[in-house]
């Protein structure tokens, strides 16, 4: 795995020609290298969705994390969002590099980002900035390790709070270039303030965005092991020479609902910025509803369906699939009645018949314990009768078809 803006060519003699032929041949060769280099389309590699993560806002320190590739390409360029400060927030300068373990990175892979062609960039109070391309290939599957200076910043932290990734902070100063893992005395088991990661990739290669709660978010699912359902997805994709679709960017938020803000905005108020505004986006898989079924006040069934109905519409606007993923079923949580079981089968029959998403991932039928419906299955049980383990985050991954990405929006 490398990021590199090396190119090896390779020569071997040529074989002797006559006059005419060695003609033909140079003429051959200088259209080839005349040639337009093949077109490339942005598409997002990796993205969390954002939240609140504290009150106070920590500076003059350098966070080290650490984020899993999807698909792969040149001009990597990363995005820092300040959508819950009230704030500017200045970042001194930016890295990005290969990690190799802990917080040490691959020798000589680590690099200076650039915004607008300054190392600093300062980010307004609920704004949001790219950096410039990287010279460079970033391969698909790949842990990056990206080193962001805080020079100044002060009020509420953007970040994603359950990264269920392993990253690293320098208390103090800026060791943003630094390569070796020295400085970086802290853990953190959270993302600050980067939110998505873009390439440059073969034109036409699309993205797909898992909308979801602590399901999606991986909950129960082994740390600092990738094992999340989407990177399963991700990595079904990536070997799949069939689809297009190559980037995943898991935008789940433990404890999430559908219709009202709780544990991070609601789906609804968060869909424009998490979901519709990744690069490359083409699907949205939507797997929310449990945290809404299991609330008190719980909505009705019919409420919930218009949540979706307007998840649905807004995605069509913007030329994106969607594809529903039936709520699973979680008797045995602490929250579980039957009446909250009888809205989980009705929107169930609603995603799965209604025809008003372009697909259905029926997560609930993969998952669920054939002998007893309303559970899922022991073996895909975390214990808490709620989220996957590892093994029921590979099934549900494997659920999702690669054809079912696909639909005529654009």
Partial sequence: ???????????????????????????????????????????????????????AAAQDRTYRLVVHTSAGGSGLRIRLSNAYGNQPVTFGRAYAGLRSSGAALVPGSNRRLSFAGSATVTVPPRGRVYSDPLLGTVRPQS??????????????????????????????????????????????????????TVVDARRGTGAVVTLGDSITDGASSTADTNRRWPEVLSRALQNDPRTRIK???????????????????????????????????????LLEGVNDIKATPAPTAAELIAGYRQIIARSHAAGVCVVGATVMPYEGWRQWTPSGEAVRL?????????????????????????????????????????????????????????????????
């Avoid at 190119?7 to 051959?28: E, I, N, Q, W």
């Avoid at 999430?256 to 609601?266: C, I, M, P």
């Fill in 1 to 55: 795995m490398s990021i590199t803006n090396r190119s090896f060519l390779r020569r071997r003699a040529l074989p002797t020609l006559t006059a005419a032929a060695a003609v033909a041949a140079l003429l051959t060769t200088n259209l080839a290298h005349s040639a337009p280099a093949p077109r490339t389309s942005p598409v997002v590699t990796w993205a969390a969705s954002t939240d609140l993560l504290g009150p």
């Fill in 143 to 196: 842990d990056l390790a990206v080193s962001l200076y805080v020079q100044q910043a002060g009020g509420p932290v953007t970040g994603h709070k359950m990264a269920l990734q392993t990253s690293y902070i320098a208390p103090t100063g800026d060791h943003s270039a630094d390569e070796s893992a020295t400085a970086y005395t802290t853990r953190t088991n959270s993302w600050f303030y980067l939110d998505a």
């Fill in 247 to 285: 980037g995943v960017a898991n935008e789940g938020i433990s404890g999430n609902r559908v219709l009202t803000d709780g544990a991070g905005q609601s789906a609804l108020r968060r869909l424009d910025r998490d979901v519709l505004s990744q690069r490359g986006l083409r699907t949205v898989v």
């Fill in 346 to 410: 009705e929107v169930n029959s609603f995603i799965r018949d209604s025809g008003a998403f372009d697909a259905v991932a029926d997560f609930d039928t993969a998952i669920k314990d054939p002998a007893a419906p309303t559970r899922i299955l022991s073996a895909y049980d975390s214990g808490d009768h709620l989220h996957p383990n590892d093994t029921g985050m590979r099934v549900m991954g494997s659920a999702v078809a690669p054809e079912h990405l696909r639909c005529s929006k654009r």
